[in-house]
């Protein structure tokens, strides 16, 4: 954060829901590190206790255990709230196709919960986390904000959805909004557990336990991977730009190149091998691909630079060996 980013903030109090998950709890960390007031709201159903423990103590902090489908919890956590950083949802587009009914109360009805809240609470600025699954079948490469395919989930049914009531709320109510398509983040703190992990930590568990990552289909699919403190960055430049040119619409958060799963897996070998000499000698294995998959992802970012100053400072190089340093600690 800047100078200037933390003397706006200075005064303010800011709402991360979802503030125990993976994305949500180094928001809060950085927020916290610059001496800004924070409140978290989180249900635990996926994020972690364990990612805001070291938040618990600190004054500036506030945890709120609840949840956003509950219009009662949201409005006791958009009370005296400046600014939202929403990004409480339920991830995953394998989840959304088996179980889509709650994937669309969580993302949908949880979402427009959190905008009546907000309304309701005067909030300044609703920041939000949006997706590139909103891109859908749509081929063209790079993905352009203003041009969007079908989508080829219910996850992503929900995401445009979120894109649509921040529209209509601004239009109608007059709550400032930002909506953020997240493209592939990753870095510290995201879970390699559970059957809906993230590919990266889902690779680096693999690797370090001796055992060959899965890639789904030839390896060819690609995607534009983005490392959490450029995300940290998107979301701290939205909620303090006062470029009114920048409010109610969506920008690409990326870094503007593509991986494939292939050389993603590789470089993880490789930088991993640096920690272990064992795991450059463990073979890379395929499947089928996955129902739902977008086969390539690309973002161009000129949006945000344009009008939020986005400056990227983590490629997929650095981000990677950020990410394995932090995981070979912490797994």
């Known amino acids: 954060m800047t100078t200037e980013q933390i003397e706006k903030l200075s005064d303010k109090r800011i709402l991360v829901t979802g503030g125990a998950g993976f994305i949500g709890s180094n928001l809060i960390e950085t927020l916290l590190n610059n001496n800004i007031r924070v409140v978290c709201l989180d249900n635990f159903a996926t994020g972690k206790r364990k990612n805001i423990e070291p938040f618990l103590n600190n004054g500036n902090f506030k945890l709120i255990e609840g949840d956003i489908r509950n219009l009662g919890d949201c409005q006791k956590a958009c009370d005296n709230i400046d600014f939202v950083l929403h990004q409480a949802a339920l991830g995953s587009v394998p989840r959304s196709i088996k179980d889509p009914i709650t994937t669309n109360d969580v993302n949908v009805s949880g979402f427009l919960?959190?905008?009546v809240a907000a309304r309701d609470a005067g909030v300044k600025r609703f920041v939000y986390a949006a997706s590139s699954s909103t891109y859908g079948d749509h081929e063209a490469l790079p993905k352009v904000e203003d041009v969007i395919g079908k989508p080829l989930s219910p996850y992503a049914i929900t995401k445009y959805v979120n894109e649509l009531y921040a529209d209509i709320f601004h239009k109608t109510y007059g709550l400032d909004s930002i909506g953020l398509r997240y493209f592939n983040v990753f870095g510290r703190r995201q879970d390699p557990n559970g059957a809906y992990a993230a590919v990266i930590p889902k690779f680096v568990q693999q690797f370090i336990s001796h055992e060959s990552p899965m890639i789904n289909g030839d390896g060819s699919y690609s995607r534009d991977f983005t490392y959490i403190d450029?995300?940290?960055?998107?979301?701290?430049n939205a909620i303090t730009t006062d470029n009114k040119k920048a409010l109610n619409t969506v920008y690409n958060v990326a870094y503007g190149e593509h991986t494939t799963l292939l050389e993603l897996a590789t470089l993880l070998k490789e930088y991993l091998s640096e920690f272990d000499s064992n795991i450059k000698t463990i073979e890379i294995k395929h499947r089928?691909?996955?129902?739902g998959d977008i086969p390539h992802s690309l973002a161009s970012i000129d949006k945000a630079k344009q009008l939020l100053d986005y400056q990227p400072k983590y490629?997929?190089?650095?981000?990677l060996k950020e990410a394995v340093a932090w995981y070979w600690k912490n797994l």
């Open 113 to 115: 919960n959190m905008l």
């Open 288 to 291: 089928e691909n996955r129902i």
């Open 230 to 236: 450029n995300v940290v960055q998107m979301n701290i």
């Open 315 to 319: 490629d997929i190089s650095n981000g």
